[in-house]
């Protein structure tokens, strides 16, 4: 089976850096990826890493360690509009994304 | 461009009734998926299906039936509802199977809320 952790809530200042982990356990790792979703809205996918290294996006970077099967997402110079709740998903077979239960980041002033 | 689309949005129903939610894709993707989502939960897979006229059980399977008749739907179907399908339902898409892997991209829709009393 599949499993990931993540921390249920993070709180960060506007304008600061956070760091929301992921750890995994899957057979057939293929890639991690990043999702983000507000309130009652539909998840939008922020980003994949399939190899180990950094990716980044814009304010947001992604990191993946398939040897420690772990991985992060990075969002820097935080917005109120970042405040959302952020998923990290496995793909093992490469039929499906398994997702984490989610960490729910809130951007203060 | 309407991308990913579900049918209906909202519905109650009562214990033991039965209901189909319709996911419509118009990007021709091969992968469609539905997902349910509760509290605390994230999201689950339910079922999956890698192509027209294949499903696939996901983890959490029991109680619903799917069907992919045509390449651009993928219907979830509640045969006999029960108050724990109280949830929120989205319907994803993805490119064929090499795409997936490269991207790991879902488009997903924007929920149906069911409510089971």
């Known amino acids: 089976g599949q499993s990931l952790e993540q921390p249920s809530e993070v709180t960060a200042v506007e304008g600061a850096i956070v760091q929301i982990n992921c750890t995994y356990q899957t057979s057939g790792f293929y890639g991690l990826s990043w999702y983000q979703q507000h309130d009652g809205g539909a998840p939008t996918f922020l980003s994949y890493n399939a190899l180990d290294g950094l990716e980044e996006t814009g304010r947001f970077s992604s990191f993946l360690s398939r040897s420690d099967s772990y991985g992060y997402l990075l969002l820097q110079e935080l917005q109120m509009k970042d405040s959302a709740s952020y998923f990290c998903?496995?793909?093992?077979?490469?039929?499906?994304?398994?997702f984490g239960k989610g960490t729910s980041l809130l951007v203060t002033p | 461009n309407a991308g990913v689309t579900q049918t209906p949005k909202f519905r109650v129903l009562k214990t033991g009734q039965s209901m189909t939610l319709l996911c419509a894709q118009d990007?021709?993707?091969?992968?469609m998926y539905w997902y349910r989502q509760d509290p605390g939960m994230g999201l689950r897979l339910i079922h999956y299906s890698v192509g027209e006229g294949t499903t696939a059980k996901g983890e959490v399977p029991d109680g619903y039936n799917v069907s992919r008749l045509k390449k651009q739907n993928f219907l979830l179907g509640l045969e006999s509802a029960a108050p724990s399908q109280t949830s929120v339902y989205f319907c994803?898409?993805?490119?064929?199977?090499?795409?997936?892997?490269?991207?790991?991209?879902?488009?997903f829709g924007e929920g149906s809320r069911l409510t089971v009393l």
């Open positions: 990007m021709n993707h091969e992968y």
């Open positions: 994803a898409s993805s490119y064929w199977r090499d795409r997936a892997i490269n991207t790991g991209e879902l488009f």
């Open positions: 998903a496995v793909s093992g077979s490469g039929y499906a994304l398994n």
